[in-house]
């Protein structure tokens, strides 16, 4: 919610592009969202699927032709199952530490840890 032209449409793209990212496991989906292609880009995000907690980090590093593949490409996904008296801060707190305990690899071989998500049901429902 927020007045004319404060970039409500444009995050809901880059959420909708990420989702699509996982689900086609196609960089082009994400990567025109970058602007500085000389820079490091990144995102990082949490979400709830099937009573587990995800984290997915990824980065996009420069290369000479402004062209990522798998080589400049970095996704790392880590997941925790949500226990009874957990909050989002002790679940998060899990993924934390299992952040810095495990590497990066292939984006395509990460991203197929996860099942293909309901996207057209998760933006249907979820924002409007």
Known sequence: MGSNATGK?????????????IDKRNADIITRFISNKNKVASFSMDFVDDNKLYRIHAVFDPSDDYI????????????????LRDNYESSAKRLDSMMIRSNKSNYIIELEKLRRLPIDSIFN????
């Open 9 to 21: 449409t444009s995050l809901g793209r880059v959420i909708l592009s990420i989702f699509n990212f």
């Open 68 to 83: 990522y593949s798998s080589e400049n490409i970095k996704v790392h996904i880590v997941s925790t199952d949500i226990c």
């Open 125 to 128: 429902y979820g924002i409007k």
